[in-house]
């Protein structure tokens, strides 16, 4: 049925466990609780909410609506978080994931001011438009952290390369024209080779590590 599910402990850690079934709309609300994904995939038919505590674990979430939001906490150590529709992303508090992505023809839209970080890789699917709006997106993986079939919309976004072993490619495909990042920082250990055509609208900044650009 299409209702919403309200967690609102506000203490210690409770396990989100749904087995075989899935929720319709999801909310945490429950300020100084922390509610652990970490048992088995966790499915999201409509919408998540992140109000206020953390939503944690180590599993696969996957959210059909497409719109995550809240000024809560997300702090995800493993798994891959999937927007599988058009939505908005993001609150007031930084969000951390494993790996997150973005697949269906739909747009996500970036909102709230809290950075999001991909410790391992951020992949914009084919037909997906990710619109990054003004935040930070932090990409901390090795190997190529970026992989895009979809559509990059910079505007003001800064994205930060962070890895501590640098990166073979900054992304999987070219990041030039309607693709380009607003501002690039490269702010890790070792090497981080572009591996693709990239340009940057604002600025590009190497804080720590080398960046390695191709020959023309």
């Known amino acids: 049925n299409n209702r919403k599910v309200t967690f609102t402990a506000t203490s210690g850690t409770k396990t989100i466990t749904s087995g075989s079934s899935q929720f319709y709309n999801l909310e945490i609300n429950g300020s100084g609780g922390t509610f652990q994904v970490s048992s088995n995939a966790l499915t999201v038919a409509n919408d998540l909410t992140v109000n206020a505590g953390t939503l944690s674990g180590t599993q696969d979430i996957t959210v059909n609506g497409g719109d995550?939001?809240?000024?809560?906490t997300i702090d995800l150590t493993g798994g891959t978080f999937t927007l599988d529709g058009a939505g908005n992303?993001?609150?007031?508090t930084a969000w951390t994931f494993n790996n997150v992505s973005l697949t269906g023809t739909a747009t996500t839209t970036?909102?709230?001011a809290g950075g999001i970080t991909a410790t391992s890789g951020l992949t914009i699917g084919s037909g997906h438009i990710l619109d990054a709006a003004s935040k930070t997106w932090t990409l901390s993986g090795s190997g190529t952290p970026l992989t895009?079939?979809?559509?990059l919309t910079a505007n003001a976004s800064t994205f930060t390369y962070t890895s501590g072993s640098g990166v073979s490619a900054l992304s999987s495909a070219a990041?030039?024209?309607?693709n380009a990042y607003y501002n690039v920082i490269v702010n890790g250990t070792g090497t981080f080779t572009a591996g693709v055509a990239v340009t940057a609208k604002n600025n590009l900044t190497v804080t720590s590590g080398t960046l390695a650009l191709a020959a023309n």
């Open 68 to 72: 995550v939001s809240g000024d809560g």
């Open 89 to 92: 992303f993001g609150g007031a």
């Open 110 to 112: 970036a909102t709230g």
């Open 148 to 151: 895009r079939t979809g559509t």
């Open 175 to 178: 990041m030039t024209g309607s």
